[in-house]
């Protein structure tokens, strides 16, 4: 019976498993109406929410805390101010209760919770989140990066974005709206290096066109075709490359619903399987990081306190794949 704390961002979160089903995953999360998340305030809001998050994961899943028989975390990567808060949760249960302790990876907890829900083998991910955006598949014993963004991540363009049409944030489920009504295709920069990518020159040029002569419903559908294009394109490229037949969606990103279908069309064509778990499980969330740690936990991998320090740059083919 495996809890797991997900604090690297916004989203405090907790997560209780048992033999890889999900029995609870509770959650609260930071926002604000100026949009960005303020790395102080939002480790000050996983301060507060933490025991009453944890309290309805317990309750949800009908588990005494002297039933859990490890406490997992995410260790990394991530904002420092967010990650040191849930570290210091579980620590402080896994020291209490005398279980142990396991730091997972973010990144990863999100590809092995999208390939759990959705039956996949060995999949690509496409992990499209507000700090990150890697498409990620196994080789040779550890999660490569077959290609990321060189500056921002696709999700933070979003909010960025939205901010600067003063949306609030989160901006993804916003900008989404928008792009909804938009009929227009406005031609933007399209950046693929390769297998890498860049948001950060869009970014500068979106804020430069908006308030011109376009509708902000129109630049919102181009921002949306051009980025999920770029994805998609990368995404293909590395399943074409490592020749895996599956493409899996992780991150907040991933619940766009024209992403999802840019995604589905492209595997189609390519005689693969697109899939993705739903909504709770694509955001930040316990669970992941509870089943990624079972399965850690299972193959004999822990975390002695004096290791458990949060790692903010720590990088997804650090990792050794040994569960
Ligand atoms: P995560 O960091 O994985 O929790 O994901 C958060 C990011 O997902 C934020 O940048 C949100 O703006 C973005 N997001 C959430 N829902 C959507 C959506 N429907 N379309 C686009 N972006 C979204
Ligand atoms: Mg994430």
Known sequence: MLLGIESTAHTFGVGIVHRGKVLANEKSSYTTQEGGII??????????????????????????????????????????????????????????????????????????????????????????????????????????????????????????????????????????????????????????????????????????????EHAREDLCYSLQET?????????????AHAQKGELVLGGGVGCNTRLQEMCRVMCEDRGARAAWPANEFLVDNGAMIALLGEKMLAAGLSTPLEKSVILPYQRTDEVEVTW
């Not at 025991?51 to 995410?74: D, R």
Request: one cysteine or more; proline letters at 4%; hydrophobic letters at 45%.
């Open 39 to 212: 790395p102080w305030d939002a480790a000050q809001h996983h301060v507060d929410n933490c025991a009453e998050v944890a309290a309805a994961a317990l309750a949800k899943a009908k588990v005494n805390p002297k039933e859990l028989t490890g406490i997992a975390f995410s260790q990394g990567p991530g904002i420092g101010h967010s990650l040191r808060i849930g570290a210091l949760a579980a620590r402080c249960l896994a020291r209490t209760l005398g279980i142990p302790l396991v730091g997972v990876n973010h990144c990863i907890a999100h590809l092995e919770i999208g390939k759990q829900l959705t039956g996949m083998a060995d999949p690509v991910l496409l992990y499209v989140s507000g700090g990150n955006t890697q498409v990620i598949a196994c080789d040779a014993g550890k999660y490569r990066i077959f290609g990321e963004t060189l500056d921002i991540g696709i999700g933070n363009l979003l909010d960025a974005y939205a901010r600067h049409l003063g949306l609030g944030f989160p901006g993804g489920p916003k900008i989404a709206a928008l792009a909804a009504s938009g009929k227009k295709f406005v031609a933007l920069p399209y950046v693929v290096k390769g297998m890498d990518l860049s948001f950060g020159g869009l970014l500068t040029h979106m804020k430069r066109i908006s308030g011109g």
């Open 227 to 239: 980025v999920f294009a770029m994805c998609c394109e990368v995404s293909e490229r590395a399943m």
